[in-house]
């Protein structure tokens, strides 16, 4: 029997900042209705190669395939509408609009229409707006902010903050959602409450790739765990693993021992 072919493929993905090399010929495969865990110390890199692979950032090299459809060279709302999106690890929102229209902006934003044809209002318009704002109500009731559909996002807690960026990257239907420190700085009620959001979603079919620091939380929901120091993977495997990898152990232990170190010399 063949395996699958991955959802995701990325290949020798490397990204320059002046003289620091933030991604170096980074490669891994996503099998589909996975979740794959990416992670590393401060600086490793996990948000850049999020930011080249949507295609928020230009590359140095690499190729990324989509059910084996080149990404690479596409901007980000052609990623977005062929079934790549992504959440950003600082939460954007427009404060002074409804949730419910957060989404429609979102939806709009990844169809690429703009505001000249919503300008035009033409049927086909009202229409498309009428589908996004009833996926929208859709979406807002399985991550369990259907009550604040009405409401200002200025009102939002930062949790659920996470889960209107997670409601975002599902409007476009994608195939694959990257989700960048879903559960950073939020409380643990929350975070349970984020991760069966996650696994709802999974069950519905959709592939996703976490980068977290809280490797408990990416232990226990990813089935593969992926790995950088220094822009460069270490490590590739199932969770069990990866946990006694030595080379992730180094890899963590040295940035809390540096950590510890700089706190003594203070
Ligand atoms: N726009 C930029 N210009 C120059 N250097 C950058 C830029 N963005 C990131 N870097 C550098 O690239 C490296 C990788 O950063 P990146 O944000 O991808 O790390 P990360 O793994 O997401 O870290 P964290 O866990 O802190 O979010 C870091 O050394 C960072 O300082
Ligand atoms: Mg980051």
């Known amino acids: 029997m063949t395996a699958a072919p991955p959802v995701l493929e990325v290949r020798g993905l490397t990204k320059r900042y002046l003289g620091l090399t933030a991604v170096a010929e980074l490669s891994y495969q996503v099998e589909a209705g996975s979740i794959v865990g990416l992670i ?24 990324w395939f989509l059910d084996g459809k080149p990404l690479h060279g596409l901007r980000a709302h052609r990623i977005a509408r062929l079934g790549l999106t992504r959440t950003f690890q600082t939460v954007r929102a427009y404060d002074e609009l409804s949730l419910l229209e957060n989404l429609c902006v979102a939806a709009q934003e990844t169809d690429g229409s703009g505001w000249i044809a919503s300008l035009r209002r033409s049927a086909e318009v009202r229409e498309k707006e009428a589908r996004a ?34 409601a975002a990257s599902m409007m476009a239907h994608p195939r694959v959602v990257i989700l960048d420190e879903p559960v950073a700085g939020v409380n643990p009620t929350m975070v349970r409450h984020i991760e069966s959001v996650i696994r709802q979603l999974n069950a519905e079919g959709v592939t996703l790739v976490i980068v977290e620091h809280n490797v ?6 990813c089935n593969r765990v992926v790995v950088l120091e220094s822009g ?22 040295g940035q809390a021992r540096a950590k510890a170190l700089a706190s003594a010399s203070h």
């Open 216 to 221: 408990d939380f990416i232990m226990n929901l």
């Open 133 to 166: 704002a009833a996926r929208g109500q859709a979406l807002l009731e399985s991550v369990g902010l259907a009550h604040y559909a009405q409401a200002p996002a200025a009102i939002l807690s930062y949790g659920q903050r996470k889960l209107l960026a997670i």
């Open 40 to 63: 590393g110390p401060n600086g490793s890199g996990k948000s850049t190669s999020i930011d080249c692979i949507s295609g928020f950032q230009g590359v140095d090299a690499g190729e």
């Open 232 to 253: 460069r993977k270490i490590a590739d495997g199932p969770p069990g693993l990866i946990r006694s990898d030595p080379r992730v152990l180094a890899a963590y232990l």
